[in-house]
């Protein structure tokens, strides 16, 4: 068992929230491709590089992220949806997550 998915199980059993990402779910709502993003990032000025953006959209996302890099999926998102784009889509906290159903 993966130590993420550890972390997940001790959190809900505390009643302690944790963090969901929601990146590649955002993403697949309004059909942008993990290539998109890293295209968009470039042209917006806010470049992030295709092994970013591939841990990025994989598995639960990152275990640490920088205001940098949060800037840069923001920036794309917006640029690529044309929708004011926050946090929420990109993560968000829960306490009701079981960790058996994701």
């Not at 000025?45 to 591939?54: A, I, Q, S």
Request: proline content about 4%.
């Amino acid at each position: 068992m993966a130590v993420a998915d550890v972390w997940k199980r001790f959190c809900y059993s505390v009643g302690v929230g944790s963090i969901v990402w929601k990146l590649k779910e955002t993403m697949e709502a309004h059909g942008i491709k993990p290539l998109d993003l890293e295209r968009e990032s470039i042209r917006s000025g806010f470049p992030l590089g295709k092994n970013v953006v591939y841990r990025l959209v994989t598995a639960d996302g990152p275990q640490r992220i920088d205001r940098s890099t949060l800037t840069a999926i923001l920036v794309a998102l917006r640029r690529l949806t044309g929708a004011e784009m926050g946090l929420e889509a990109v993560m968000v906290y829960s306490v009701d997550v079981d960790p058996s159903a994701t």
